[in-house]
């Protein structure tokens, strides 16, 4: 039998924090448990967020942690092509278009469409108005101009169309620590016309998360509960590209004192800054519920 397949995913934009170690705790735990592998990936497409210097404190903290990952570890930066290849696969299946809207050209058509029909506008699971459509009304000739003239674009995923050649319904397995699963039901259409290919990048974090997990024979995927709903768009992506889909684990956030998700924006304390305090290794896995890792 192969061996069960983790992955900690981390993103080089900011410090990590107490949520970083225990997601990667979970994961190595998980691993050790199961008797599987644990793969370390670097989600560094957003070029103008991420920074070398975050890249080299996520490996410095996680072996402080206690972490060991097998190499090399797999950086997203340098793999554009495999995200262009599944790309041209949903392009090849006709379940994208292209889109040149700017944020504000969105805000503006949803704020119509709101005062036309006197009711709030859609969001997705994150909060974000659902794409208005506006690009989607255009002639493949009229975007094909644009696109030959240079201008600006993403892509983005045609639901109407993706349902009509892969109606559902939708589901992912779920597992836990008895390694026993169960069926979630998953609802990708909430998501309406999502971003597949940015504007500024050549791929999005769905598209670069459901390829490498695949090419990595990912089989275990262990990540926040701030992700589930993301995971239904992941299981359409994955069947649209014929890719095998991976067992999921949502775990729960840790919170800061006053009950708020830990963010590297708001500053969270870093895991950096409790070990120059003073705190070990150890106080932390304790803290987090880890206090027989490794033994
Ligand atoms: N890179 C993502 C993050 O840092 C995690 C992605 C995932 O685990 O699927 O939040």
């Not at 797999?74 to 379940?95: I, T």
């Not at 949803?110 to 709030?120: L, T, W, Y």
């Not at 089989?219 to 889909?245: K, M, N, P």
């Amino acid at each position: 039998m192969t061996k069960p397949v983790f992955r900690f995913a981390p993103s080089p934009n900011g410090r990590l924090h107490l949520g970083h170690a225990y997601s990667a705790l979970l994961n190595a735990d998980f691993a050790h448990r199961f008797g599987g592998r644990l793969l370390l990936r670097i989600e560094d497409i957003d070029v103008t967020r991420c920074r070398p210097e975050f890249e080299t404190a996520i490996y410095s903290d996680l072996a402080w942690l206690g972490i060991r990952w097998e190499e090399p570890v797999r950086r997203q930066s340098e793999h554009f092509s495999d995200y262009k290849a599944a790309f041209s696969r949903l392009k090849g299946r006709g379940v994208v278009y292209p889109c040149f809207c700017s944020r504000k050209a969105i805000a503006d058509a949803v704020q119509n469409q709101e005062a036309e029909s006197g009711r709030p506008w859609p969001r997705d699971p994150d909060g974000a108005s659902l794409y208005p459509g506006t690009c989607k009304a255009l002639s493949a000739e009229a975007a094909e101009r644009r696109i030959s003239r240079g201008e600006a674009h993403g892509w983005r995923i045609d639901m109407a169309a993706a349902r009509r050649i892969s109606p559902g319904p939708y589901a992912f397995r779920r597992f836990g620590r008895d390694n026993r699963g169960d069926t979630v039901k998953a609802d990708p259409w909430r998501w309406g016309d999502a971003m597949i290919m940015r504007k500024d990048v050549p791929t999005s974090y769905h598209l670069s998360v459901v390829t490498d997990d695949a090419l990595q024979g990912v089989t275990h995927v262990v990540r926040g509960r701030d992700l589930e709903a993301a995971t239904d768009l992941h299981v359409l992506l994955q069947s649209l590209l014929g890719l095998d889909a991976p067992l999921y684990h949502h775990h729960e956030l840790v919170l800061d004192p006053i009950g708020d998700k830990l963010s590297k924006s708001r500053g969270s304390e870093a895991l950096a800054d409790l070990r120059r305090e003073g705190t070990t290794a150890a106080a932390i896995r304790q803290r987090l519920g880890f206090m027989h890792f490794g033994t």
